[in-house]
C-alpha cells in the first residue's frame, strides 16, 4: 500500500515513505535540476512516442534494478494511447521457461492504489445522498471507535488520512491462506487516535479500511462485492478484483511477485484490510480507471458525475483545519496532490512486499499514467525513486512548464519579509519523525529510525537531512510565510506553529513531520541504550573472567556479606540483556511481517521487568561496596552496573516497552 516499506518498513509496511533512508549530506547540498523552469516544447503524446520512450528507458531501469517485470498503461484524449508489458510475470525455474508480461492478459497487485476504488466507491453513496462526508461516522458503524478527541471524525477525515489515528501492523499482510474478515479486522485491537481530526496529515490504512466498511454498512453488500458492482462492471474491468484469492479466472492471470528478478516468486499476498490495498487489476483495466476519472464516457454509465469528480479531486481540507500547512500540497477525497512544471497532477502510489504502483492523471489535460512493479528489486528506496523517475520524466517530456510560465511551485518568489522568515526559520530548527507514527506501545521505538534533522542555514534557509522520502538533503527557501519551497527544485513543504513551537511540517499530502520530544531525541536514546548494553555485556564476561582470575591467584572466594544484592544484580543484568536481544529479534519478526504470540511478548516485558527493578539490589550493592570500602575498581564496577540497569530502565519506560499494551 502507499510506499511499502520504507517510513514504517524502512520503518512500516503498506505504504510507508521512505523517509529517513539515508544520512543525509552534511553540507548545504548543491540545487537540482528539478526545476525544469524553462517551459520546453513537449513530446507528441501518442502510441509511437510513448511506447519509444518506454522502450528506452523500462528495460535498463528493470535490469538496473534487478526488477522481474513491470506493466504500464498511458491515456490520453479520451482513449488509452498504449498497454506495455517488460520483463517477465514469472521468471521460470525448475525447468519451466519464463512467461514475458503480457499487459493485455497479466493482473500486477496494485497495493495502496487500490484505495483509489474504494474512495470512489464512498463517493458514490455522497452523491447519492446516502453518505453525508461531514458526517461523524459514527452514524455509520456498527462498533465504537476508540477517541481521544471530541471533534467528531468524518468519510472526509477517512480519504484525506487526517482522522488521527497511529499506525498498526499486526495482521497487515499475511500469507495464501489467511482469512480476512474487514470488520473482524477492524474491531480488533484498534489504533489509538493521537491527533485531532483534521489537523495532522498522517497516512493510515485503517481509515482508508473504515471508508471501505462504512460503504458495506450502508449499501448492505459485501465490500468487494459493491465494488465489482459498481465500478468495476460499469467500467468494464473486467480483469479487476479485490477478492483474497482471487476467482478462478483470474487467479491464472496474476503475476508473481519477488524480492528481486533473481529471487524465487513469493506468496500471493492476503491484505488484512481488503479496502486498503488488496486490488489485482490489468493495466488496460487501470487505463479505464483513469479515463473514468477524466470524465471520459467509459462503459454505460458514469461512475460518478462531473460535480462529484470535481469535488472528489479538489483538495478537501482548508486552513480551517489545517491551518498553515494548507500552504504545502493538498489531499484531494483520495488522490494525492502530486502536480509538477505548473501542471496539477493528483495521483497514488501503493506498495506490497513485492508489487509496487504508482498512478497519476491530469485532470486538466485530460491524460494518466499507471505503472506497476512486480519485485521490490536492489531496495525499496531505489524501488521507489524508479518510479518518481518515470513519472517526472513523463510530466517534462509531455507536460513541461506551459510557455510564458513557470515551473510548478516557482511562480511565487522568495518572501521579502527578511525578519520573519528568520524567526520562523529558527523555530524549525530540531529532529522530527514522521506523523505516520506508534505512540501506544512498544513499537514507538520504530521512530528511532527515518528520523530529519532541520536547520539553518544563510540565516533563513532550511536544510534537511536527510529530506522526507529520499536519502539525500534539500535546502528549502520561503515563499510565502510559513510555506517553503526546494531551492532547484518543485518539492513545497509548509509548516504550523503555536506560541513559537513547530507543530507539524507537511512535506507530502498525506505525511508531516512531528518534531520529537527531547527525552526520545535520538542524541540522547540511543548513546544510552548503547552504552547501557556495552557496560552490560562486559559485565556478564567480567564474571568468569574473575572468577578464573581469583582461581589462578588462589584468592579467597568473594566474602558472603551483599551476597543477596549481587545475586539479585546479577539477574537483573542478565534478564535486562535478555529483555534487550527479545526487543531486537521481535523487530525484526514484525517487520517481517510476523505475526508475534501474546506469550512471547509478555516475556520479554517480564525479563525488561525484572532488569528495571534490578536498579534496586544493584544500588544497595553499591552502597554497600562503598561502607565496607572494598576498592575503587569493585565499587566503579558496581556503579557502572547500576547506571546501565537505569538506563535500561528509562529506555523502557521512555518507549513504552512495559506498556500493558502490546497491540501493534
Known amino acids: 500500500m502507499r510506499r511499502l516499506g520504507a517510513a514504517l518498513a ?20 548543491a540545487p537540482t535540476s528539478d526545476a525544469t523552469a524553462a517551459a ?5 503524446l501518442n502510441a509511437s512516442d510513448v511506447n519509444a520512450w518506454l522502450d528506452e528507458m523500462l528495460p535498463a531501469a528493470l535490469e538496473a534494478n534487478d526488477i522481474a517485470g513491470a506493466t504500464v498503461a498511458v491515456v490520453n484524449d479520451g482513449g488509452t494511447v ?7 510475470v514469472d521468471t521460470g525455474g525448475e525447468g519451466a521457461e519464463p512467461v514475458p508480461v503480457d499487459p493485455e492478459r497479466h493482473l500486477f497487485r496494485i497495493g495502496s492504489v487500490s484505495k483509489l476504488a474504494t474512495a470512489t466507491a464512498a463517493m458514490q453513496l455522497v452523491q447519492e445522498g446516502k453518505v453525508d462526508l461531514d458526517a461523524d461516522i459514527a452514524g455509520y458503524l456498527d462498533f ?5 478527541f471530541d471533534e467528531p471524525i468524518t468519510l472526509r477525515h477517512l480519504l484525506t488520512h487526517t482522522a488521527g489515528f497511529e499506525e498498526r501492523i499486526a495482521g497487515l499482510i499475511g500469507k495464501e491462506g489467511t482469512k ?19 489537523t495532522v496529515p498522517a497516512y493510515s490504512n485503517y481509515g482508508n479500511a473504515l471508508a471501505g466498511y462504512i460503504v458495506e454498512r450502508v449499501s448492505g453488500i459485501p465490500f468487494e462485492e459493491y465494488v465489482d458492482r459498481n465500478v468495476f462492471d460499469r467500467l468494464g474491468m473486467t480483469s479487476s478484483s479485490f477478492a483474497q484469492p482471487l476467482p478462478a479466472d483470474l487467479a491464472g492471470r496474476v503475476s508473481n511477485g519477488y524480492d528481486n528478478a533473481s529471487s524465487p516468486a513469493g506468496y500471493f499476498e492476503i491484505i488484512g484490510t481488503p479496502p486498503a490495498g488488496s486490488m489485482s487489476a490489468s493495466a488496460p483495466d487501470m487505463a479505464r480507471f483513469m479515463l473514468a476519472h477524466l470524465g471520459e464516457p467509459v462503459g454505460d454509465t458514469p461512475i460518478l458525475d462531473k460535480p462529484t469528480l470535481d469535488l472528489m479531486h479538489q483538495p478537501a481540507l482548508d486552513a480551517t483545519t489545517l491551518g498553515t500547512l494548507a500552504g504545502a500540497p493538498r489531499m484531494t477525497l483520495g488522490f494525492f496532490d502530486e502536480s509538477r512544471n505548473g501542471r496539477r497532477i493528483i495521483g497514488h502510489g501503493g506498495d506490497t512486499p513485492y508489487f509496487h504502483t504508482h498512478l497519476q492523471i491530469y485532470p486538466e489535460e485530460g491524460a494518466g499514467l499507471f505503472i506497476s512493479l ?42 521579502t519579509d527578511a525578519s520573519g522568515t528568520a524567526e520562523r526559520a529558527a523555530m524549525a530548527a530540531g529532529t522530527y519523525e514522521s506523523s505516520r507514527a506508534i505512540e501506544s506501545n512498544f513499537l514507538t521505538l520504530i521512530g528511532l529510525s527515518g528520523r530529519t534533522t532541520v536547520s539553518v542555514r544563510d540565516d533563513s534557509r532550511l536544510l534537511l537531512e536527510p529530506r522526507p522520502m529520499a536519502d539525500t538533503a534539500a535546502v528549502y527557501e520561503e515563499i510565502e510565510p510559513w510555506v517553503w519551497r526546494e531551492v532547484g527544485g518543485q518539492e513545497t513543504i509548509a509548516m504550523r506553529a503555536v506560541d513559537g513551537q513547530v507543530e507539524a511540517i507537511v512535506f507530502d499530502s498525506a505525511f508531516a513531520l512531528v518534531p520529537v520530544e527531547t527525552a526520545r531525541s535520538t542524541y540522547l536514546a540511543i548513546p544510552v541504550i548503547i552504552g547501557s548494553v556495552v557496560i552490560l555485556l562486559l559485565t556478564v564476561l567480567a564474571w568468569p573472567i574473575g572468577a578464573i582470575g581469583r582461581r589462578l591467584r588462589r584468592r579467597a572466594p568473594r566474602d558472603r556479606a551483599g551476597r543477596t544484592a549481587r545475586i539479585l544484580s546479577r539477574v537483573a543484568v542478565g534478564c535486562a540483556l535478555l529483555a534487550v536481544g527479545g526487543w531486537v529479534g521481535s523487530l525484526v519478526l514484525i517487520m517481517g511481517l510476523e505475526d508475534l504470540s501474546t506469550v512471547s511478548m509478555r516475556s520479554v516485558q517480564v525479563a525488561q521487568l525484572i532488569g528495571l527493578l534490578g536498579v534496586i539490589p544493584a544500588a544497595v550493592r553499591l552502597l554497600d561496596d562503598v561502607r565496607r570500602r572494598v576498592g575503587w575498581s569493585r565499587t566503579a564496577g558496581s556503579a557502572l552496573v547500576l547506571l546501565a540497569l537505569a538506563g535500561t530502565g528509562w529506555f523502557a519506560v521512555e518507549f513504552m516497552l512495559l506498556s500493558p499494551n502490546i497491540s501493534y
Open 144 to 148: 465504537a471507535i476508540p477517541r481521544n
Open 40 to 44: 520546453v516544447e513537449p513530446g507528441v
Open 374 to 415: 512486480n519485485s521490490t528489486g536492489t531496495s525499496s528506496l531505489a524501488n521507489h525513486q524508479l518510479r518518481q523517475k518515470l513519472t517526472k520524466a513523463f510530466a517534462d517530456r509531455y507536460f513541461p512548464a506551459a510557455p510564458g510560465a513557470k515551473a510548478n511551485n516557482e511562480l511565487a518568489a522568495p518572501t
Open 82 to 88: 498504449t498497454t506495455r508489458g517488460y520483463g517477465h
Open 180 to 198: 480476512t474478515v474487514l470488520r473482524d479486522a477492524l474491531v480488533t485491537d484498534p489504533p489509538e487516535q493521537i491527533y485531532r481530526p483534521g
Open 10 to 29: 524502512t520503518a512500516v509496511v503498506v505504504g510507508a515513505g521512505v523517509a529517513g533512508c539515508g544520512a543525509g549530506a552534511s553540507q548545504e547540498p
